[in-house]
T-cell receptor, first 113, second 109 residues
């Protein structure tokens, strides 16, 4: 079946550094990739929607200059958290769709110290 | 008001119990409806899609009432392995999945 490979699964970084998260769709082409964030005891909150070859659309309250999204091909999308701070510590998860179904990556647990 | 609202949890039930989860959504233009299951620190996994005609998958039954914008999930004969957080999810016109806050279920021996 369709798989989205997300890496890294966890990362600890120092405050002020940048972290890149990759999501690769295997065996299908993800025309659209959704990026979510989940804080403890809360649900998944949509951050942005990216379509291959075009700029991402960000949800209200999400800083586009802080969360850089690239979707250069139908099989790869990346989220870069720039100048990370402790409040960015969260579970980040991607979901790719080929307009038939949704496939989630396994998530990245980011801890900023 | 949140776009998707669920019963507050947690639900603590004994093995074999029947448990029902409720969910309401605010956007009448929502197009598709799902129940997902999320285990601790893992990605959500699709449990079942929900249709107006109602649908059943083994011990799980889902119902959708578009008029009242209400979705339900019934779990019969609950097992220890059913312990998880259950997420009510709707998709809108842009194909975005909007998640409810989730209801935690704990099935005890």
């Amino acid at each position: 079946g369709a798989v989205v490979s997300q890496h890294p699964s966890w990362v600890i970084c120092k405050s002020g550094t940048s972290v890149k998260i990759e999501c690769r769709s295997l065996d299908f082409q993800a025309t659209t990739m959704f990026w979510y964030r989940q804080f403890p005891k809360q649900s998944l909150m949509l951050m942005a929607t990216s379509n291959e070859g075009s700029k991402a659309t960000y949800e209200q309250g999400v800083e586009k200059d802080k969360f850089l999204i690239n979707h250069a091909s139908l099989t790869l999308s990346t989220l870069t958290v720039t100048s990370a701070h402790p409040e960015d510590s969260s579970f980040y998860i991607c979901s790719g769709t080929d307009r038939v179904g949704y496939t989630f990556g396994s998530g990245t647990r980011l801890t900023v110290v | 008001r949140k776009e998707v609202e669920q019963d507050p949890g947690p639900f603590n039930v004994p093995e074999g119990a029947t448990v029902a989860f409720n969910c309401t959504y605010s956007n009448s233009a929502s197009q598709s409806f799902f129940w997902y299951r999320q285990d601790c620190r893992k990605e959500p996994k699709l449990l079942m899609s929900v249709y107006s005609s109602g649908n059943e998958d083994g011990r799980f039954t889902a119902q959708l009432n578009r008029a009242s914008q209400y979705i339900s999930l019934l779990i019969r004969d609950s097992k220890l392995s059913d312990s998880a957080t259950y997420l009510c999810v709707v998709s809108n016109q842009g194909g975005k999945l909007i998640f409810g806050q989730g209801t935690e279920l704990s099935v005890k021996p």
